[in-house]
Each structure stands twice: as structure tokens, then as C-alpha cells.
């Protein structure tokens, strides 16, 4: 019952998964005309679980705000990439760009030596996860706070982080790849 639940809850979010976003401060018409890459990665199970939680959520609190999970794109060197240019919706604005790192079950005691490095702009200073609350459901994973080195890294093609220290030396505690999550704020614009 309870797995046929989930997958239920996974139909019902589905389509908004798979809505493709856009990295700009404001959307406006001349950005939906930008050229997206057409490749696409399917959303792990890590994603689809983290969206249908997150809407939940919202749909109880009576939310009115948009969110969007983005898979990771394959990468070299042990980064995890993801493209700077996405499809917004018109009057959308971002308001915050997250990086989700989805762990095993028994591998909460490693989180707190868990960081990140955004690739470019070079970065010296190691993220650190976030704890405050925000829109996402806690049960997404580890959560940190990429937004201003994202939006710093606007003209690259490409957001790149790696994790620190490097998994390979701390064994498997991830469930699945991360992933990026933007989170939108709708400007109701004035009819012309």
C-alpha cells in the first residue's frame, strides 16, 4: 500500500519535474527565447520524492511559490554540473538556488564534515549545509545555499560544484546524484 502511494504521489508530481527553468533574475519574453540544451537526464527517484514532498508540503501551508529540481549533468573530475541557462516562466524571478545531497539512511553522522566548492567562481571558502527553514521538505537531503555563486556564474554554460571532502574517501553515503533546486517567485505583471 504505502509503495503504491508513493508512486501515486510521484504521477501526481511528475509533470512538474520535468517543467524546465531558467537561470535569469526576471523572466521576461526575450529570455523564453533562449536556446536550451535539448539534453535531458531523468530525475532519480531522490528527485521525484523530494518534489512530491516539497508541493505537499506547500499544498498544506497554502504555498504560492515555484519550485523546480534539476538532475545533475554528466561532468568530469568529480564535479557536479548543471546548465546555467534554463526555460523560466514569464514574470518568474529566482529567489534561491539549492544543491541537495540526498544520504543513506545511516550516514547522518557524516553531514556535518560534508561541504561544497562551486568550481567558478573559484572559491576558496567551503559551503557549509544550511539548516534554516525553507520551502523544501526536509526529507530531501543535505541542503546548501549556492545562490550567489550561482547567479555570479550567469555567463558561464555550466554551474559546476564538487563535493568536499571527496566522496571516494568517505565511502558511499549518498542515495542518489544531487541535484539543483530553484525556487520562483511569480510577478503578477501588469495587463498592457
Not at 545531497?101 to 560534508?114: A, C, I, M, W, Y
Not at 550567489?148 to 558561464?156: D, G, L, R, V
Request: contains cysteine; aromatic residues 8%.
Amino acid at each position: 500500500m504505502g509503495r503504491f502511494c508513493s508512486f501515486d504521489l510521484y504521477c501526481w508530481f511528475l509533470p512538474a519535474i520535468l517543467v524546465c527553468v531558467s537561470v535569469g533574475r526576471e523572466c521576461t519574453e526575450d529570455t523564453l527565447l533562449t536556446k536550451v540544451s535539448s539534453f535531458v537526464n531523468m530525475p532519480s527517484e531522490c528527485v521525484l520524492s523530494c518534489t512530491a514532498h516539497t508541493y505537499g508540503e506547500m499544498l498544506k501551508k497554502r504555498k504560492v511559490q515555484t519550485v523546480r529540481c534539476n538532475p545533475t549533468s554528466p561532468s568530469e573530475f568529480g564535479q557536479h554540473c548543471w546548465p546555467t541557462q534554463m526555460k523560466c516562466g514569464l514574470g518568474e524571478h529566482l529567489q534561491h538556488v539549492y544543491i541537495m545531497l540526498p544520504l543513506h539512511e545511516g550516514t547522518q553522522g557524516v553531514k556535518d564534515s560534508l561541504g561544497l566548492r562551486p568550481t567558478f567562481p573559484i572559491q576558496q571558502d567551503i559551503l557549509r549545509p544550511q539548516h534554516r527553514k525553507t520551502v523544501l521538505s526536509n526529507d530531501c537531503g543535505l541542503r546548501f545555499d549556492v545562490t550567489s555563486p550561482f547567479i555570479a556564474s550567469e555567463y558561464q554554460r555550466m554551474f559546476c560544484v564538487e563535493i568536499v571532502p571527496p566522496l571516494s574517501t568517505l565511502g558511499r553515503v549518498l542515495k542518489c546524484p544531487p541535484f539543483l533546486v530553484t525556487t520562483w517567485l511569480k510577478q503578477h505583471l501588469p495587463p498592457t
